[in-house]
């Protein structure tokens, strides 16, 4: 199940697929997400919820939900996270609650990371430049070891 250590059903080549920008010829058209509000309000649960339904907080829906963050924000395009993301919010998103904050304390690491990764995005651009550009490389993909590798440059 998805909650499951195992690992057998994930496709890398539809990870590089998500990576590979094919709008319109620019990649800055395209908007690049796990979660919206559209796709996690109303009864409809948020991604680490859908990973592991039993147990949104696993090591396995952490691992899923940090992996697709990591597509989002390296891929050309613009990428977008849903609030509480960044801190595991799980359930479905209900505009009349808060986000729950004292997660940002308890998945500090998740959080942690996805600081890292937004760095990488263009307002550092004087610090990593091949975030600002469309090209991309899907040099690696290994399907039998999970690994997919890309490089991007301006």
């Not at 057998?8 to 990870?15: E, H, L, M, S």
Request: glycine content about 8%; hydrophobic content about 40%; proline content about 5%.
């Amino acid at each position: 199940g998805a909650g499951s250590p195992s690992d057998d059903a994930r496709d890398v080549g539809a990870i590089a697929s998500a990576v590979i920008p094919l709008h319109e010829g620019d990649a800055f058209r395209r908007v690049i997400y796990t979660e919206s509000h559209d796709e996690v309000a109303n009864g409809r649960k948020r991604l680490v919820s859908e990973i592991d339904e039993e147990n949104p907080a696993s090591i396995w829906a952490r691992r899923r939900a940090l992996q697709g963050a990591g597509v989002v924000l390296t891929s050309p395009g613009v990428p977008m996270i849903f609030q509480g993301q960044e801190i595991l919010e799980n359930g479905w998103f209900d505009d009349r609650s808060l986000v729950d904050w004292e997660k940002a304390r308890e998945f500090s690491g998740i959080h942690r990371a996805f600081r890292d990764l937004i760095r990488l995005t263009p307002e550092y651009r004087w610090i990593y430049p091949g975030v600002m550009g469309q090209n991309v490389d899907v040099f690696h993909r290994n399907q039998q070891a999970k690994v997919v590798a890309w490089h991007r440059w301006s």
